[in-house]
């Protein structure tokens, strides 16, 4: 077994917290950590009664949430924080109008994480196969878990735009 965290390469991006002052055009992705992350994790987890699934727990606990390729002005790319992945399905803040959210149901096991714009989300399945958890595009899996997901997204960014690209 590794015991080498996946996200050992990203570490080099994170900063001490949201409020670091940066330069986007010098980072290739940028992460801000949580000291709260755990009970941030557990509320969220309460308050939609699911279990949030590992591989996105190691990456809040050893990046925090942020941008991937952060220099990219076309899409957010951001991987929510668990506080606002709650309010996302209480529909609360920001989200409390968006009628986008009625089309990621928690019924379907999987849960938004990721977001590429406003009105587009990826999501990562609840429960795991073969002991991965996979990552979807509406209903098509575009990675075979969040560490194969994290490393695409370096290689290439957007990589998920090829996928969206076929469903046209």
């Known amino acids: 077994?590794?015991?080498?965290?996946?996200?050992?390469?990203?570490?080099?991006?994170v900063l001490p917290n949201e409020y670091t002052q940066y330069n986007a055009s010098e980072y290739k992705h940028v992460f801000f950590r949580r000291d709260n992350w755990y009970n941030e994790v557990k509320k969220t987890e309460r308050d939609l009664g699911i279990v949030i699934p590992e591989e996105l727990k190691e990456i809040y606990r050893e990046l925090g949430y942020g941008f991937l390729c952060a220099c990219d002005k076309a899409c957010i790319d951001r991987i929510?924080?668990?506080m606002e992945i709650g309010e996302f399905y209480l529909k609360q803040d920001v989200y409390e109008y968006n009628e986008v959210v009625d089309c990621?149901?928690?019924?379907d096991g999987r849960l938004v994480f990721f977001?590429?714009?406003?009105?587009?989300?990826?999501?990562v399945c609840l429960t795991p196969e073969k002991g991965k958890y996979?990552?979807?595009l509406n209903d098509e899996m575009i990675a075979?878990?969040?560490?194969?997901?994290?490393?695409?997204?370096d290689e290439k960014n957007d990589y998920y735009f090829d996928f969206i690209e076929d469903d046209m």
């Open 104 to 107: 990621y149901d928690l019924n």
């Open 144 to 153: 075979e878990s969040l560490q194969s997901f994290l490393e695409r997204m």
């Open 134 to 136: 996979p990552v979807y």
């Open 80 to 82: 929510m924080p668990p």
């Open 1 to 13: 077994m590794n015991i080498m965290s996946f996200c050992v390469n990203f570490k080099k991006y």
């Open 115 to 123: 977001e590429i714009y406003s009105d587009l989300f990826l999501t």
